[in-house]
């Protein structure tokens, strides 16, 4: 059973960077052809698409968060970490990573992570 665990930032601070990674077992992100992806949902809100990396190191961005976002894999470790630059309280969310076999396909996430940006 192929597991994501995200790591616990905590409370963070208006316009400060907020690094999450998420842990990976039973699966090595460097091996096939996923998409590892990370989502929000704001509360009370929809899931909201951050980005993505896939297997052959290529990210995408969602364009509203593109110009502070960054998603990057490290292979020794098997995790992956998302940073998002310049938060404010819109911020605020419960962020989840995931798999992605295939464009718009999840078959693992993670248990989410709290998100509170305070101002």
């Known amino acids: 059973q192929v597991q994501l665990q995200e790591s616990r930032p905590g409370l963070v601070k208006l316009s400060q960077t907020v690094s999450l990674s998420c842990a990976v077992s039973c699966a090595l992100i460097a091996t096939g052809y996923h998409y590892w992806r990370w989502i929000r949902q704001p509360p009370g809100r929809g899931l909201e698409r951050i980005g993505y990396?896939?297997?052959?190191?290529?990210?995408s961005y969602s364009t509203s968060l593109k110009s502070r976002t960054s998603i990057s894999s490290d292979t020794s470790n098997n995790q992956l970490t998302l940073q998002l630059g310049s938060v404010t309280p819109e911020d605020t969310a419960v962020y989840y990573c995931?798999?992605?076999?295939?464009?718009?396909?999840?078959?693992?996430w993670g248990q989410g992570t709290q998100v509170t940006v305070s101002s």
């Open positions: 995931t798999r992605e076999p295939r464009m718009g396909q999840y078959d693992y």
């Open positions: 990396i896939h297997v052959s190191g290529d990210t």
